[in-house]
């Protein structure tokens, strides 16, 4: 390691409390120390090029230093960064709004600005229980979640979820939520439904990761059983919440995941590619529907008492408004479908008959390689690989023992070749030592 990253590591490892990382090893593990970024392309603080294949966790979508997105933020700079949303308006969060309710596949849709995924979920949350109160039924409180799900580290959101990430901790903060399988478990439809009938009358929402469970380790459901499900939920009229917070902007080869399902959600969570990976935003998107639950007189218990500091930040909703712009003119959702064939034959020529290589998943740009963990502990050996392929210059993080391959929405052929060379260099080291 070069003088100059061993300082950075030393300065970081002082001072800087990074998430789901032990800090006591973080330095011995010789982490990136980012200084810059060109396309798809980040650049250490020794100037070594590294390709971000894990889109800078799920966020970039158009790549790094795109002109159009640093311009939107030098335009908006000139005239505000940031006012506040509560009780006064701003001009580029109305802009911005609109043109979200073009693309999103929710009826009628209002936008509730924060600026993590986590947030989006915790408003959609409270949105869904206090709708149920402010139309006087009192028995609604109970969530449906499924089995592997991840919806953020807010303590509404780690409810929801299904724990693992070291989060088991923290049970006796989480509240109870109805729990059936994920899209793991071949039935997961079926038990889902026939749990949703038994308790209906108690349920203010189901929640959901519509076609992908990411966090989880890219577990895949079918467009149509998603569809069903939701369908179903809706003809009983209960609340359904996707969470598109990983899927949505183009990742599944579809705008978002709903769309590709067929679905029309009552709330929706959008966040990480909101701003092409820029800044922080997200936003929980209610139906007309839900929005006109909540009308009522002035100062009335009907008003939802909520909101963040940042929420509508007036750079993050430039950098978004200019983001969608671009991803319609470039065609990013016919590029996606495109190039996610191209990674599938690369896969399963390259990659899947690899000894190491227990199941690859993939919806779109979103891909999972599950490796077999034999001789090593669990998750060793997806740190192992990755950690090899950074060496080689391609940045991946593993969840557990499954590989992600996360590419910007913009990759060519050349750097589809190039994640995946490195993945099989990783690949092969280890089977050599074996
Ligand atoms: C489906 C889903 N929901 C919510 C979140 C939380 O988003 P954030 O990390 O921006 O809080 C994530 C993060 O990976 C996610 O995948």
């Known amino acids: 390691m070069k003088v100059s990253s061993k300082d950075w590591i030393d300065r970081d490892s002082k001072r800087v409390w990074h998430g789901f990382t032990q800090m006591s090893t973080y330095g011995d593990l010789e982490p990136v120390i980012v200084e810059r970024a060109e396309g798809h392309y980040l650049f250490d603080v020794d100037g070594n090029k590294y390709l971000d294949a894990i889109s800078s966790l799920w966020v970039t979508t158009l790549g790094h230093k795109v002109p159009e997105l640093d311009q939107a933020v030098i335009n908006q700079l000139g005239c505000i960064a940031h006012s506040t949303l509560l009780g006064n308006g701003s001009k580029i969060v109305i802009e911005l709004s609109e043109a979200l ?75 109870q939520v109805l729990r059936t399988p994920g899209y793991l478990q071949p039935n997961w439809l079926e038990i889902a439904l026939e749990a949703v009938l038994e308790v209906k009358d108690r349920l203010a929402a189901v929640v959901f990761e519509p076609v992908c469970q990411g966090a989880a380790g890219m577990y895949m459901a079918s467009p149509q059983d998603v569809k069903t499900f939701v369908e179903k939920c809706q003809e009983l009229e209960l609340l359904a919440i996707a969470d598109e917070v990983a899927t949505g902007f183009g990742r599944t080869g579809e705008i978002f995941a709903s769309t590709l399902a067929g679905i029309a959600p009552d709330i929706m969570c959008i966040g990480k590619g909101l701003s092409g990976g820029y800044l922080p935003i997200s936003a929980t998107v209610a139906s007309g529907k839900v929005f006109e639950a909540f009308l009522g007189p002035d100062l009335s218990q009907k008003t939802f008492y909520h909101g963040h500091s940042y929420s509508g930040n007036a750079l993050s909703c430039a950098v978004s408004l200019a983001h969608l712009e671009l991803f319609s003119k470039l065609e990013i959702v016919r590029k996606v479908q495109e190039t996610s064939l191209y ?92």
Not at 111 to 137: C, H, P, R, T
Not at 139 to 167: C, I, K, P, Q, W
Not at 359 to 375: K, W
Not at 383 to 403: E, F, M, Q
Request: aromatic share 8%; hydrophobic share 45%.
């Open 101 to 175: 309710a073009k693309v999103v596949p929710v009826k009628s849709p209002h936008f509730l600005y924060a600026s993590d995924g986590a947030n989006a979920v915790e408003q959609a949350l409270k949105i869904a229980f206090q709708y149920w109160k402010n139309l006087g039924i009192d028995n609604r409180e109970t969530f449906l979640a499924l089995g592997d799900s991840y919806h953020g580290d807010t303590m509404g959101s780690v409810s929801l979820g299904d724990g693992g990430f070291g989060t088991n901790l923290f049970d006796p903060l989480r509240f």
């Open 343 to 434: 990674l599938a034959e690369i896969l399963k020529g390259k990659i899947a008959d690899h000894p190491l290589v227990k199941e690859i998943r993939q919806v779109g740009l979103m891909v999972g390689v599950e490796v077999q963990h034999n001789g090593y502990l669990k998750g060793q050996l997806g740190r192992i690989i990755c950690k090899c392929a950074v060496s080689n210059g391609v940045l991946l993080r593993p969840l557990g023992d499954v590989i992600v391959l996360m590419p910007h929405l913009t990759f060519g052929k050349k750097e589809i070749d190039e994640m995946t060379d490195a993945l099989l260099i990783s690949l092969n080291s280890l089977d050599n030592s074996l």
